[in-house]
């Protein structure tokens, strides 16, 4: 067996290890390290006007980006030198690092079973999730609010870092959870990120273009019952989203479900509308997450498997891996 083949199984003893344990409190994650990072980089570096905020903003992203990308190479190179097992078990960690797919169902059942009892519980661990304020969602929204994030985030969470990990092995995953932590911490269009975090919000745009529509088709493909109405509801709502990608994932579950998703939100005290996808405004029952959950976990395995298949029989895969690995 090869260090081609021996990736792919890493592969999935890392979603194995995700779909066990999660991101436990106590296990440190190497993404708190890139909000540090970030963190430290925007205190030093944006001041200034628009243009300075701009250049330091894009100087910090691409950085970042490349340095996690180069540094993840470096030890990976290195691990697989020493022995094929040590290769091996640094890309089963990487990538159960990378994958939030248990996380994320965990977080969605537990809002389900907070607002199962009281309405104040669930909007409190709603809150946890989710950006926008919750003080004052009525359960409906609440219940909505979950499945909009659970789609968007099966992209973010699963789906893109697994089709970088396809193209660029463990350094490109690592280096996509990069890009995705930028974005959430300083792509933001207010007065304070507007410019500085302009390269990071586009890099995040570029890295989840094809993934997110995967998603998408995804999401339809498995869904069974409803899944051509889906398809549907990606058509004409995908581009409804201020995003040029959550979009498509949250139509797809809102046409799969036969609900209605957006509509007028609060952040941080400001009305932010936003278009509606779908129009069927039905009360979504308690028991619907279960077939959200059994969903998420689906387009996890098949695209799991999908991607070990690309590296245990694809020879681009291992000219990939060869040229820097070896």
């Not at 066990?20 to 390290?33: E, F, K, T």
């Not at 939030?100 to 809150?127: K, M, Q």
């Not at 500085?196 to 919000?201: L, M, V």
């Not at 899944?227 to 058509?235: C, E, H």
């Amino acid at each position: 067996m090869g260090d081609a083949q021996l990736t792919a199984v890493a592969l999935g003893a890392g979603y194995l290890l995700d779909l066990l344990l999660g991101d436990p409190a106590w296990l440190p994650h190497p993404v708190v390290g890139f909000g540090r990072a970030i963190a430290a980089g925007e205190r030093a570096l944006n001041r200034g006007g628009a243009e300075r905020r701009f250049l330091c903003g894009a100087v910090l992203a691409l950085g970042l980006v490349g340095g996690v990308f180069v540094l993840t190479a470096l030890v990976e190179r290195l691990a697989w030198r020493a022995h094929p097992v040590a290769g091996g078990a640094l890309v089963a960690v990487g990538v159960f690092y990378g994958l939030a797919n248990h996380t994320l169902v965990d977080e969605g059942r537990a809002v389900f079973a907070a607002l199962g009892e009281s309405l104040d519980a669930g909007r409190r661990r709603l809150a946890r999730i989710v950006g926008r304020d919750t003080a004052q969602l009525d359960a409906q929204q609440v219940r909505t609010a979950v499945f909009e994030t659970m789609a968007e985030n099966l992209n973010d969470g699963v789906v893109a870092p697994l089709i970088w990990f396809a193209l660029l092995g463990l350094p490109g995953l690592m280096a996509y959870k990069m890009v995705n932590t930028l974005d959430s911490m300083i792509g933001h269009r207010d007065a304070r990120f507007e410019w500085f975090g302009k390269t990071a919000a586009r890099l995040d745009d570029a890295a989840n273009f094809v993934p997110a529509r995967l998603t998408a088709l995804l999401h339809c493909a498995l869904a069974g019952r409803g899944g051509v109405r889906g398809l549907r509801f990606v058509a004409r709502y995908g581009r409804a989203h201020a995003s040029p990608n959550s979009g498509y994932p949250e139509a797809a579950l809102a046409g799969i479900l036969d609900v209605r998703f957006g509509g007028p939100h609060t952040y941080d005290g400001e009305l932010v509308v936003k278009p509606w996808i779908g129009t069927n405004a039905r009360a979504i029952g308690s028991g619907e997450i279960v077939r959200v959950a059994w969903l998420n976990h689906t387009v996890t395995a098949v695209t799991v498997l999908a991607v070990g298949v690309v590296w245990w029989w694809v020879p681009v895969s291992r000219q990939l891996f060869t040229s820097w690995a070896n």
